[in-house]
């Protein structure tokens, strides 16, 4: 779940850039669908989090040989942080009204949530 949250975003902004849609309201729809599907997540997530343990723990060694891992969690209050992230990333998109280079700017902002999202759900650097 933690990294639907935090790749499907910067998976769609990469979809943008490389099919730079001509119209600018595509681009528009597309990212918010996308943080609309991550607003909904958060919600979820938020609902099954305790605030005793991390809950949605993924752990996956990386490079071994030097004990780093791929290493993701939440306990209440960071995905009190992602669901904040995902809201304020959605009024953003909604409000916004970009002309020229759309797809590149929606994608900025995918990127930005994704990696945003990511640094509130990571549990280890290395």
């Known amino acids: 779940m933690l990294s639907f949250l935090i790749w499907f975003p910067i998976a769609v902004a990469l979809l943008l850039l490389i099919g730079s849609p001509k119209d600018s309201k595509l681009a528009r729809t597309l990212a918010l669908a996308t943080m609309l599907v991550e607003l909904g997540l958060s919600i979820h997530v938020l609902s099954h989090t305790s605030s005793s343990f991390y809950s949605f723990e993924v752990q996956q060694p990386w490079v071994p040989s030097l004990g780093i891992s ?35 700017f929606y994608a900025l902002g995918l990127i930005m949530a994704g990696g945003m999202i990511g640094a509130f759900a990571s549990l280890d650097l290395f």
């Open 70 to 104: 791929y290493h993701l969690g939440v306990a209440r209050i960071s995905a009190i942080l992602i669901l904040l992230t995902s809201l304020v990333t959605v009024a953003a998109i909604a409000v916004s009204s970009v002309q020229r280079q759309a797809a590149a």
